[in-house]
């Protein structure tokens, strides 16, 4: 008796409540999948937005890749060779995809280079063996200079816009220069003279400073876009390239007579001499090869001219007659589909197929949000206006019609620059921000649609007899709208939302398009349709994927609408209407 | 051909047709078997309830059913089977030796063609005519189905003709290449009673001049037994008796047959008493059902045997060129639904007034101006009811009788408070009455209650029915949630309804069950006065007398009164105790009821009376026909409201003078609004009955 009595107590706390919701969702669940399955278009249709639907819930999990990662070819690597260019090795492959500038400690058996996009310095043996990481967490490290003597290592980070230093080890990191660099670039030392020069070439100078950071001095102004640089103290000279200008250049320590040495390059990066051999070595980013000169850039020749993607760091072991230089990962661009990436890769070598996937969640949060928000919205205006007719009807419908007369892009654009600009009212809002924004906007340009079908049907319905009778028991009219009305106009709201949630998919699409969506790198259809406009001929699918993906939808979801409509159409046994 | 094959083959022969339906949601035997013959110069009524295939046979018999359909049997056209001809065929025997006219004459016309022309268009294809033997013929056609003036009517459009002139345009084109077989589709069902009776004399006008065989459709037995040779019954799918119009109405052979006539309210006996209204239980034999196993009436058939479900009758022959489906036709008798026993009725006379209304008005819209709000006045608003006075006294039912337009639904509406009155007074016993519902208080909401005409719109679709009757319960007894459900339950039991039912949805009930339910609702709340607005009209004629029988078993039990508004004469004699006879918005007589309906009346009272076609073939059709339509409703009358179409009208005096209401000789509560002395017009009215006589 006890136990009966529990069980009883059970089912009427939480299994009741539980029974309560789930009894009416799963009814109607089932309900419209018996209507949505009952025609050709409507089984097509579901089947089509099905498969979106799962996309926008899992598809960044069942995505082969990341969405925003960048693919390469091959990691980056650190080579070797004779001074000749003959004899290449590989000394540190698939360490690291994005090596750097590089420096070499000969008398230590050490190598070091930068690595800008894992943000690290680190080192190796000059075979290549126990690479190690020096410091991490950099913003993005360019040159480095190593001082043995003194044991320090300087380098120059782009991203933080200073130039720093550190023990060999790694230890003691301190910043040297904080202000007054926009893009430092190439670095060099002059141990003896206690100074130290580097490039930035954003503003575009050669500058040099105490070993210390402190007397900042310019030395060369108005370059283009200077990059790595190079000592030869004895000769009092200092060497840089410019990958704009394409030339390599030198001017006397003080900065005083500029003179191009070499040009006709294509993208000159860093460079090192070996001035007892009077010579000067260089890599070329833009050519992919290495090249020497005389120190008065008369004897150009090329040592290394294959196997090259984007080298970058150069230094000499003129004493073990080697030079060793970095040489970046190629990024997966553009590819064709392959078995690897089954519809081929974009401009930054992201996975298409990848950024499909994951593209259906923003986009298709968005638009059914944003639908749901017009439906609720305008179910409510119209169905209250409709009932209440008279005046209220007349004013209440004229502000729908002026809503509805603006374009509905237009007011969409106009919402977003204005509102989207400003931050958003609380903090945690802050990420959500210009989501709700678009959200809000499409349900305020879907709503008047809505509110004019909905009051359309409320007016046909209200002079129905059950309403009449519902009146006659003394009924609010919000009871007779929400409770009476809103049961019958279901059917009809189905079929709307399936208009308006086509409609909303648009326009998400092109507001993604036109930039005003998610912001990159998340993957957003119409921002891939916008970023792929440029490679319309070389690789057409990256604009073709997800115009079919928006395509798709919309086609499935208005088949899916069509099917219910034709499903409500036919008489169904043991319901009226 | 032969002549002499002509005379011996019917015109048309179906035998054995069946018709099913193959929809998405299953299949539908909408005809199972019927057969029936046709000959040339005769009328053959074909009769039966809604849902029972009258509609379906015509349709096979014009070949215009869908192709989701399988006709099997044959249907003979003289000697061509028309169930093999080819499309192509089928259009020329359609055109020109089978022509049909449905039941809605406005959507039979093409409402952007001046009606002329189209009827012309006819002509020119099926004929050959050229344009202006088209047009001769058009106006030689338009004078025989008795339009006047035919060349101005074929300038008309169809909305610019009346409900009536549309529908003998529609006969017209029928007409039009001469057929051999006309299928009428309750041709009538649309129109109203005056306008009816003039059709019903145009069909049997044709029928002494038209040398064709028509088959005329009707649920209507009244209408049937004005104007057929012959009749058929049919019932689920089957023809199930077969007999010359006499015979059928006065000796009918199958249970069925003898139901429904017990069903139809029938003027009282000289003696003044009323025959108590029989109604056959149950429904009628879905057309959902595949399986025919035994015969398909025995389920409501009062003298059922067990042979009776086991074996399927066939057609059996009962003598004098008549049939029956039914083993034992030679037992029928008119008793085996009930002894004729009549009505009990003791009536309080001297009842206390529940409801009164004085001067009650209501005019819809207001005057419109040439320019939105400005300019002259162009547009006077629609007086719906004018200056209505009536009184109800408890446990009594005044009927509220009238054409389409006449304002009877518009005074059940300014009763219970759905649409306000401009101007009047409405009194529930002492207490004045607010125009609208909303303002009445939750007593006055729950002593004035409604029954709307069509039952399956007066219960929401979406919603378990016990939605509406708990709610009425809940704000009306004031009983809490279990109560509640115990009362409706009751409630439920005393309309004849299975508690179980609380939980369905309208859509599962049938319409009569729907209108039960509705009637259970209006009860709830203990109401003092029920307005039924065509309560019954939708309903089948055995439904019909259930729902009737309910009403009146009620209000002996409950002293509820009614308003009982109708457009049948017969159902508002059966039910009222007063009636009140409205033309136009405008009271034209009103008394107790047994005085309204004899001599003396008034004009349109009389008119009416004489329209109303009763299920009596031996009947003499009394002549009254109201010429014109129902006047229009913008204009204020400066006279009697009735003056344009009457009959009687006595001179001037009748166009511009209101009519004085006039006491008649039985009861003080007897009134009549016309200009003529009411012996006068009494000695007017024994008079027309003693030359139809």
């Known amino acids: 008796m006890t136990v009966r009595m529990d069980t009883a107590r059970t089912r009427t706390g939480v299994t009741r409540v539980v029974g309560a919701v789930a009894g009416p969702v799963g009814r109607s669940l089932k309900n419209f999948l018996k209507l949505a399955l009952a025609t050709t278009a409507g089984r097509i249709g579901l089947f089509i937005v099905a498969i979106h639907l799962v996309m926008a819930l899992v598809g960044p999990w069942l995505a082969p890749y990341s969405a925003t990662a960048f693919n390469f070819d091959e990691a980056g690597k650190v080579q070797q060779a004779s001074l000749d260019g003959s004899d290449v090795k590989h000394l540190a492959a698939n360490l690291v995809p994005e090596p750097g500038y590089m420096a070499l400690d000969v008398s230590g058996g050490k190598m070091y280079w930068t690595d800008s996009f894992a943000n690290k310095v680190q080192r190796a043996n000059l075979d290549g063996s126990a690479v190690e990481d020096l410091v991490s967490g950099l913003s993005s490290p360019e040159e480095i200079a190593l001082d043995v003597a003194g044991g320090k290592m300087y380098w120059t980070d782009s991203g933080t816009d200073k130039v720093q230093r550190a023990n060999l080890d790694g230890s003691a990191v301190e910043d040297l220069v904080t202000s007054g660099l926009i893009l430092p670039r190439g670095i060099a030392l002059d141990v003896a003279g206690g100074k130290m020069y580097w490039t930035d070439s954003l503003t575009k100078k050669v500058q040099r400073a105490n070993l210390d950071g402190s007397a900042v001095e310019d030395l060369v102004s108005g370059l283009r876009q200077p990059e790595g640089m190079a000592l030869d103290v004895a000769g009092g000279k200092m060497y840089w390239t410019d990958s704009l200008t394409k030339k390599v250049q030198r001017a006397n320590l003080d900065g005083s007579a500029v003179e191009d040495l070499v040009s006709g390059l294509k993208s000159p990066l860093g460079i090192a001499l070996d001035v007892a051999g009077g010579k000067m070595y260089w890599t070329d980013s833009g050519t992919d090869k290495v090249q020497r000169a005389n120190l008065d850039g008369s004897a150009a020749e090329d040592l290394v001219t294959s196997g090259l993607t984007l080298p970058r760091g150069i230094a000499l072991d003129v004493a073990g007659g080697k030079m060793y230089w970095t040489d970046e990962a190629g990024l997966e661009q553009l590819l064709d589909p392959s078995g690897q990436f089954l519809l081929g890769t974009d401009q930054f070598g992201r996975d298409l197929l990848s950024r499909m996937m994951s593209g259906a969640r923003s986009l298709i949060t968005m638009a059914v949000a944003g639908a749901a928000l017009g439906l609720a919205l305008g179910t409510v205006v119209g169905m209250s206006s409709g009932y209440k007719g008279g005046i209220v009807d007349a004013v209440v419908m004229r502000v729908m019609d002026g809503v ?174 | 051909m032969s002549r002499q094959l002509q005379e011996d083959t019917p015109l048309l022969q179906v035998e054995r047709l069946g018709v099913t339906f193959y929809t998405p949601r299953g299949v539908v035997r909408a005809v199972r078997e019927a057969s029936l013959v046709v000959r040339r110069g005769e009328l053959v009524g074909l009769a039966g309830e809604s849902g029972c295939g009258k509609s379906t046979t015509a349709f096979a018999i014009a070949g215009y059913l869908p192709g989701t359909a399988r006709v099997d049997g044959s249907i003979r056209f003289e000697d061509r089977d028309i169930t093999d001809l080819s499309a192509s065929e089928l ?53 025989s189905v008795g339009l006047a003036e035919p060349d101005l009517i074929g300038q008309r459009y169809p909305h610019q003709l009346s409900g009536g002139m549309q529908q003998r345009v529609v006969i017209a084109m029928a007409l039009a290449c001469d057929p051999d077989l006309l299928i009428m589709d309750e041709p009538t069902t649309g129109l109203d009673v005056t306008t009816q009776a003039t059709i019903l004399d145009l069909v049997a006008d044709l029928k002494q001049r038209v040398n064709a065989g028509i088959l005329y459709v009707s649920h209507n037995l009244g209408v049937i037994a004005r104007v057929a040779d012959r009749v058929v019954v049919m019932y689920a799918g089957q023809t199930v008796e077969q007999a010359p119009v006499g015979q059928l109405f006065k000796s009918p052979k199958h249970p069925y047959t003898t139901g429904l006539l017990d069903c139809v309210p029938q003027p009282p006996t000289d003696s003044g008493t009323v025959t108590r209204l029989r109604s056959i239980p149950g429904t009628v034999y879905s057309a959902d059902e595949v399986g025919t196993e035994g015969c398909l009436f025995a389920p409501r058939c009062p003298m059922v045997q067990e042979s009776c479900r086991v074996e399927s009758p066939q057609m059996l022959d009962a003598g004098d060129d008549r049939q029956s489906r039914c083993f034992f036709w030679s037992d029928v008798r008119p008793e085996i639904w009930g002894e004729a026993e009549p009505r009990k009725k003791d009536t309080i006379q001297t009842a206390e007034t529940v409801l009164s209304a004085t001067g009650l008005r209501r005019f819809y819209g207001s005057w419109q101006r040439k320019y939105l709000l400005f300019g002259p006045r162009v547009r006077p608003p629609v007086r719906a009811v004018t200056d209505v006075d009536f009184n ?46 909303g303002a009445r208080t939750r007593e006055q909401q729950a002593a004035v209650r409604m029954v709307f005409q069509n039952p399956t719109a007066s219960l929401n679709p979406r919603l378990p029915i016990r939605h509406a009757i708990l709610r009425s319960l809940r704000k009306f007894a004031r009983l809490n949630k279990s109560e509640s459900r115990e009362r409706a339950e009751e409630l439920l039991e005393a309309v004849g309804l299975d508690p179980a039912y609380l939980d369905r949805h309208p859509g599962q009930l049938s319409g009569g069950e729907q209108q039960r339910f509705a009637l259970a609702g209006a009860f709830a709340g203990n109401a ?130 209101p009519p004085p209401g006039r006491k008649g000789p039985d009861s003080p509560d007897h009134v009549i609004y016309c200009h003529i002395p009411v012996d006068e017009l009494m000695a007017m009215q024994r008079e027309r009955v003693r030359e139809a006589t």
């Open chain 1, 404 to 577: 509805m007369s603006f374009p509905s892009l237009l007011l969409a654009l106009l919402v977003l620059t204005t509102l989207g600009s400003k931050a958003a009212p609380v903090e945690w809002l802050e990420t959500l921000w210009q989501e709700l924004l678009i959200v809000v906007t499409i349900g305020i340009v879907s709503m008047p649609g809505v509110s004019r079908v909905m009051r359309s049907v409320t007016l046909s319905l209200k002079e129905m007899e059950f309403v009449q009778s519902a009146r006659l028991r003394g009924e609010t009219a919000g009871y007779i709208v929400f409770r009476e009305i809103l049961p019958n106009v279901i059917p009809v709201l189905g079929v709307e939302a399936s208009v308006r949630l086509s409609y909303s998919i648009l326009l998400v699409a092109s507001l993604g398009f036109l930039g005003l969506g998610v912001q990159p790198p998340s993957p957003d259809w119409g921002m891939m349709i916008s970023e792929s406009r440029g490679f319309l001929v070389s690789a057409p699918l990256l604009a073709l994927v997800p115009s079919a993906a928006i395509v798709s939808l919309v086609v499935g979801g208005n088949l899916l609408g069509d099917g219910l409509r034709q499903a409500r159409g036919l008489p169904q046994k043991g319901e009226g209407l």
């Open chain 2, 91 to 143: 259009r020329h025997l359609r055109g020109n030796r089978i022509a049909m006219v449905y039941q809605d004459p406005a959507t039979s016309l093409n409402p952007t063609m001046r009606v002329g022309p189209q009827i012309e268009e006819v002509l020119r294809e099926h004929l050959g005519m050229d344009s202006g033997q088209a047009r001769h013929r058009t106006a030689k056609l338009f004078e």
């Open chain 2, 392 to 437: 109800v006294g408890s446990g009594r039912t005044l009927g509220i009788v009238g054409e389409s337009g006449s304002g009877k639904t518009t005074i059940a509406k300014v009763v219970v408070g759905l649409v306000p009155r401009d101007r009047g007074e409405l009194r529930l016993r002492d207490e004045d009455l607010a125009p609208l519902v």
């Open chain 2, 528 to 657: 003092d006065i029920i307005a039924a607005d065509e309560a019954v009209s939708a309903l089948d004629v055995s439904v019909q007398a259930q729902v009737l029988n309910l009403l009146q078993r009620h209000q002996q039990e409950a002293g509820t009164s009614y308003v009982f508004i109708t457009h049948d004469l017969g159902v508002a004699r059966y039910v009222s105790d007063d009636i009140m006879v409205l033309y136009a918005g405008h009271v034209a007589e009103s008394g107790p009821t047994e005085c309204v309906l004899t001599a003396p009346s008034h004009p349109y009272t009389e008119a009416l009376l004489s329209a109303v076609p009763v299920p009596d073939p031996d009947a003499t059709p009394t002549r009254i026909r109201l010429p014109g339509a129902v006047p229009s409703l913008r204009r204020r009358f400066e006279g009697c409201f009735f003056a344009g179409r009457c009959p009687r009208k006595v001179g001037d005096i009748c166009d511009t003078t």
